[in-house]
């Protein structure tokens, strides 16, 4: 058995993926989570795909008591993966505190404990907001591209936590950190036992595909198509999941088991750039499901194009998207005709 890692969030989208993959690689994991976005039947998922139940406990990050707590209970803990936030960009520019108390706070009371009960190191969910819009030059992306001003107050949280983070090693603290910055995770685990839960009408692309294949939305709509790209529509990188929660055991492997430097940046995507329309025909060439779908006008804020260059992580942490777009796009499907059938959505 490898070591003990503490995954907070770890009943989310992303949590719950990475969970399955530390376990399959043999790590131990310990999950908090506050409920706030998730299901605490998400562990019995996690234990149905691979046969070890995860701890859990029902705990807020914000809590500081209460985290202290998690940690004098389970002293083994030697590295922590920090997924728990709130992630949704237009209620953060509604309920600005919200985001800033839960995104912040929760990072500092972990960064304050890690010394205090030896934990090592922490791998840190960032994200390609920081990037902005690049320049034309900077595409794709690598992680040396300037960070441009922060287009919404969660975009905000993830560029103070990174530096937060950075100045706290800095200071000389006696921990381990990467930076990981994603793309646009997208897809559920090939079983379909747990996936992506979107809350309410869904914001992100994907979730708003599969709801429309089955009948819950009506037409999708594809904000702008007047953009300067090759159909005119936004180009982004979606990464599946279930590659993204792999290069969450690299990372750690890298951090507790490796002299590595004591802060790491990576980008975590596909290095493919792929428009809206090309996810709307490979979606309908993947599932054989005809999409009702018509352009509207751009959406405020979009970014217009970003890609990532992958080639830090796939060099340095020995990892690579793996899974074809069209695979992708069918676990998203079957996760949605999954819950249907379950009556959920
Ligand atoms: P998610 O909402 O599915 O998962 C986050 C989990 O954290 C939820 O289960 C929620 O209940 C929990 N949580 C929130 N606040 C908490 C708190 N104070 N204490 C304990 N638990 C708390 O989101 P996700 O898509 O899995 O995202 C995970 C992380 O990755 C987040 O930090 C997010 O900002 C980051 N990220 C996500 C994306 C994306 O497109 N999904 C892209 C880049 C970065
Ligand atoms: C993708 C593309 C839309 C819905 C957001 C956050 C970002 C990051 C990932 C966390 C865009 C288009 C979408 C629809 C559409 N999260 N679209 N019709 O905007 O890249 O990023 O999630 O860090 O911070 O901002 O992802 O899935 O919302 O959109 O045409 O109904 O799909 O315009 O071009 P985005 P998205």
């Given amino acids: 058995m490898k070591q003990t890692i503490l995954v907070t969030g770890g009943t989310g989208f992303i949590g719950s993926h990475t969970t399955v993959e530390l376990q399959n690689a043999g790590y131990k994991v310990v999950i908090v989570d506050n409920l706030s976005n998730s299901q605490a039947s998400v562990i019995d998922g996690i234990e149905k795909i691979t046969g070890v139940r995860p701890a859990f406990e029902q705990v807020d990050c914000r809590d500081m008591d209460a985290m202290d707590k998690v940690f004098a209970k389970y002293p083994d803990i030697e590295g922590i993966i920090h997924f728990a936030a709130s992630k949704a960009v237009g209620e953060s520019v509604e309920k600005p505190l919200l985001y800033y108390r839960n995104n912040i706070v929760s990072l500092l009371n972990l960064l304050e404990l890690m010394p205090k009960h030896g934990v090592k190191g922490i791998i840190f969910s960032s994200s390609c907001t920081v990037y902005g819009q690049p320049d034309p030059e900077n595409l794709p992306v690598t992680e040396d591209a300037p960070i441009k001003p922060a287009e919404s107050p969660y975009g905000n949280t993830k560029q103070i936590n990174e530096e937060i983070i950075r100045d706290y090693i800095n200071s000389g603290a006696d921990i381990k950190a990467i930076l990981l910055r994603y793309f646009n995770p997208i897809g559920s685990h090939p079983s379909s036992i747990i ?10 692309l994907i979730p708003y595909v599969t709801q429309t294949a089955i009948g819950i939305r009506e037409q999708l709509k594809v904000f702008g198509n007047d953009y300067d790209t090759p159909d005119g529509t936004c180009i982004r990188d979606y990464i599946y999941v279930v590659d993204l929660a792999k290069a969450h055991v690299k990372a750690m492997e890298r951090v507790l088991d490796t002299d590595s430097d004591k802060l790491e940046v990576f980008n975590v995507g596909t290095g493919h750039g792929v428009s809206t ?8 060439k993947a599932t054989g499901v005809k999409l009702n779908w018509a352009y509207a006008p751009r959406r405020a804020g979009d970014i217009e194009k970003v890609w990532a260059n992958p080639e830090k992580a796939n060099k340095v942490l020995g990892w690579k998207a793996e899974t074809s777009l069209e695979d992708t796009l069918r676990s998203a499907w079957n996760w949605q005709k999954k819950l249907r059938e379950e009556g959920i959505q």
């Avoid at 996936?195 to 914001?203: A, D, I, L, Q, R």
């Avoid at 329309?277 to 309908?284: G, M």
């Fill in 277 to 284: 329309k090309q996810i709307i025909d490979a979606f309908e």
């Fill in 195 to 204: 996936g992506e839960m979107p809350n309410g009408v869904p914001m992100n």
